[in-house]
């Protein structure tokens, strides 16, 4: 037998391509060569995961040091385990939850196995990008919607947008609710020159991806929670969903890191903000377009059709040509994380390709429908039902057993349980799976 997936890997490495993706330590040597001996398992003297009382629970504690929380608990199962676990917790107050559109599939997932209500919060303003979730708007829907549990929204975007978490938070604890945070790209926010971390401006939970932006293994995240009474069943829930066996290189790493950014990490992903800056201000003066408003101060977006670059065979193309591996490409944008564990030399392929972009006139876009299609039956009763495969084509009419979306990190054109509509099929995947 031979070795698919090893050799690619090795061979992608040779390629010495800059890594504007994650993880966040960039294969960059921040670990040694020993972590993979510590590949061990529950023992007496290694803690359980689910019921640390020992070094786990140490390491939870200086995380919640680091991010200021009451309670933070590691997830080795990514942080689908901690998006899950903390919509467990909000569900045992109450079913109806305040979703934002443009939620995590993990987030989907749960409310199907949870039976949780979704009462969809759609993002405003998106011109290309997700959008953000309007303060207003969840002022509006909470003023006349009675029993709902808590608000849960994502921030930052895949494309970097931040939400006002502030004024959310304050809206959500007038009305006695909690607020969740989809924090998977911004774990390094509590550490710029402005706390921009969600729990710092007042959410209750967020869930941190720490492997996309900081230096941790694939699959290492963080549940993050303000006030440690509301963590009393936080185990829990994350042993409902999570692996009995997590991975301890992953959790050790997790640990080095919670270290690293203690004693100079800060200093480091500041650094590295000022040298973001510069390459945005680069961007901004060649008429390259990119989000508006408050951003994550450390991913770049860059709207590539604004100024001719379009397609994301087109995208991918031109920045593998400077050397680059970007994050994402969806045909008019191109994504870029950028930390401390990207060289000089990776930060200057960058800026050479922003320099020699070619500007000309902007590429026609993609316009996607913005209503929201109707709801046949629940997110719970659809996923669970006898589902079949069929072209989109013949979809029309039909009730959507997945979530689809025109790409992962978008707002979704349907989800599980609503009417696939005839305006919808153009933007649908060849096939589509369907309630029977």
């Avoid at 040694?32 to 504690?61: C, G, H, M, S, Y």
């Avoid at 467990?88 to 409310?111: C, D, Q, T, W």
């Avoid at 500041?270 to 901004?284: D, F, G, P, R, T």
């Avoid at 951003?295 to 670059?309: E, F, H, K, M, Q």
Wanted: aromatic share 6%; charged share 20%; net charge negative.
């Amino acid at each position: 037998m031979n070795t698919p997936l090893y050799d690619r890997l090795v061979e992608h490495n040779s390629l010495g391509r800059s890594s504007f993706h994650t993880p966040g330590h960039k294969c960059s040597g921040f670990f040694d060569n020993k972590l993979i001996e510590l590949d061990l398992t529950e023992l007496p003297d290694t803690d359980a995961l689910f019921e640390a009382q020992d070094v786990i629970r140490q390491t939870e504690e200086n995380a919640a040091h680091l991010f200021g929380a009451g309670r933070s608990l590691i997830s080795a199962g990514g942080c689908s385990l901690a998006i899950m676990s903390m919509l467990k917790l909000a569900h045992e107050k109450g079913r109806k939850m305040l979703i934002a559109r443009n939620a995590h599939r993990s987030a989907v997932n749960a409310a199907a196995l949870l039976g949780i209500e979704p009462i969809w919060l759609v993002p405003e303003g998106n011109s290309g990008y997700t959008g953000r979730i309007s303060p207003s708007e969840v002022e509006r829907i909470l003023s006349c919607e009675k029993d709902v549990s808590a608000v849960y929204i994502t921030s930052p975007t895949y494309y970097g947008e931040l939400c006002d978490i502030r004024a959310i938070s304050d809206i959500c604890h007038k009305y006695g609710i909690l607020l969740l945070v989809d924090n998977a790209h911004g774990s390094h926010l509590a550490f710029l020159s402005e706390n921009l971390h969600p729990l710092h401006l007042g959410a209750d939970m967020t869930a941190c991806s720490l492997h996309k932006t900081l230096p941790v293994l694939t699959s290492g995240a963080m549940l993050n929670i303000s006030d440690a009474s509301l963590a009393e069943n936080a185990k829990a829930a994350m042993s409902l969903f999570g692996s009995t066996s997590p991975s301890y290189p992953v959790m050790a790493s997790i640990d080095l890191c919670i270290s690293y950014m203690d004693r100079e990490g800060r200093v480091k992903y500041q650094e590295c903000e000022k040298i973001v800056s510069e390459l945005k201000k680069l961007a901004e003066s060649r008429g390259i377009s990119m989000p508006g408003g408050e951003c994550d101060p450390l991913r770049i977006t860059l709207n590539t059709a604004s100024v001719g670059l379009s397609g994301a065979d087109s995208q991918l193309s031109y920045f593998e040509d400077k050397g680059i591996d970007c994050e994402f490409c969806d045909g008019e944008n191109a994504v870029f994380i950028c930390t401390p564990f990207n060289s000089e030399k990776d930060f200057s392929r960058l800026r050479c390709a922003i320099e020699e972009m070619p500007i000309n006139s902007p590429a026609e876009t993609i316009k996607i429908p913005s209503l929201l299609p109707r709801a046949e039956m629940s997110i719970r009763d659809a996923v669970m039902s006898p589902t079949e495969i069929i072209y989109s084509d013949k979809a029309e009419g039909r009730i959507a057993a997945d979530t689809v979306c025109p790409c992962p990190p978008g707002v979704p054109l349907v989800m599980p349980g609503e009417i696939i509509t005839g305006e919808l099929i153009g933007f649908l995947p060849e096939k589509i799976r369907v309630v029977k």
